[in-house]
């Protein structure tokens, strides 16, 4: 009996170790896969300082997430994201809708190029990544877009680089902070939020190529 116990006291601290192991290597696993998995889809180079999905909360968190331009556009720095922060409804999940509690972007520094060829990086990344539009994608991963409750927008410099013709580049310093929008339902609401961001860059300063629809 005395041995059948120490066994089970053993068993029972292998599995607390492997359990602690899981929980803290499991943000290393999934940062290493959800870099993979962006290279292989843009082809653009990938950096993430650090990534954490909540094990029994659920959120999702990415520090200093980094994408760089590939080489037909200079190589340089595409997004620089210090954060983003997901909150979501568990319980709206499991009926198949995604409802996003909180999300909180902190961006600050968006470089838009336009190659020699004419083409720029944003344009050419959609069409690399195959990126759907936000009902397509709902529609694909079997759940139903529920909104952002509210989402916590901060935006910092946006350059604009044109290897071509480069007296047309410039940068502008939006300053953006803790700009606050709620219950985004729709893509219309997600027109609202670029929108309000565009006139904040100053019209005409990105030209009518970089310009949103007017909602």
């Given amino acids: 009996m005395k041995c ?5 006291f053993r068993l029972s601290f292998l599995l607390v170790v492997l359990v602690v ?3 803290l290597g499991k943000d290393a696993l999934l940062k290493a ?4 998995q962006i290279r292989s889809q843009t082809g653009m180079d990938v950096k993430i300082g650090r990534f ?19 080489a037909e556009f200079g190589g340089t720095p595409f997004l620089d994201i210090p954060e983003l ?3 979501y409804d568990r319980a709206a999940l499991a009926e198949r809708k995604l409802r996003v509690t909180l999300l909180r972007l902190n961006l600050a520094e968006l470089h838009i190029v336009k190659s020699e060829a004419g083409h720029t990086n944003i344009v050419n990344l ?16 079997d759940v139903e877009f529920a909104g952002i409750d509210v989402l916590n927008l901060s935006v910092g410099k946006v350059r604009l680089l044109d290897l071509k013709e480069r007296q047309r580049s410039g940068e502008r310093y939006l300053g953006l902070r803790d700009q606050v929008f709620r219950n985004v339902r729709s893509e219309r609401d997600l027109l ?6 565009w006139q904040r860059s100053g019209e005409g300063f990105a030209g009518p190529m970089y310009a949103p629809a007017r909602p």
């Fill in 33 to 36: 896969a959800v870099e993979q």
């Fill in 4 to 8: 059948l116990f120490k066994w089970l």
């Fill in 126 to 141: 959609m069409q690399r990544a195959g990126l759907p539009r936000p009902r397509d994608l709902s529609r694909a991963a």
């Fill in 192 to 197: 609202d939020v670029l929108y309000v961001i």
């Fill in 21 to 23: 192991a899981l929980i």
């Fill in 85 to 87: 922060h997901v909150e």
């Fill in 52 to 70: 954490s999905a909540g094990f029994f909360a659920p959120l999702v968190t990415i520090e200093n997430f980094r994408l760089f331009n590939t």
